[in-house]
């Protein structure tokens, strides 16, 4: 499967809500790098810092530009998530990594650490 796709399919999980199967898109020892924070390395860390963003009733990610080389994809983005009632959203350019298994190997997300406090205050 094409590194873009992998990555589509991997943003269509995310929308439906389906966290395991995104994490089942992710290698075991995946890092996951929110530029303005420090890196999650492999799945026990990601999802432990997963846990720490408010309960969420739903997700869309809305990619508004794709582009791939190779096992490297960039994503330019909108990340929005429903909580308590209400949609916040977050501008993000992201990076995906894909090893040679097909999973993603490295996940990195740039965004504005200020419109992310002020979306999710």
Not at 73 to 97: P, S, Y
Not at 100 to 117: C, S, T, V
């Amino acid at each position: 499967m094409h590194a873009q796709q992998i990555v589509e399919d991997f943003i269509a999980a995310w929308n439906r809500m389906d966290i395991a199967g995104a994490f089942a898109m992710m290698a075991d020892d995946a890092v996951w790098h929110n530029i303005p924070m420090g890196p999650a390395k492999g799945m026990s860390e990601i999802q432990a810092v997963m846990a720490q963003f408010p309960p969420t009733e739903g997700i869309e990610f809305i990619t508004h530009h794709i582009a791939s080389n190779g096992n490297v994809v960039l994503t330019e983005r909108t990340d929005k998530f429903l909580i308590d009632g209400k949609w916040r959203a977050l501008r993000v350019m992201g990076t995906f990594e894909i090893n040679d298994a097909g999973k993603i190997q490295n996940w990195r997300d740039y965004f504005d650490m200020a419109e992310m406090q002020r979306e999710f205050a």
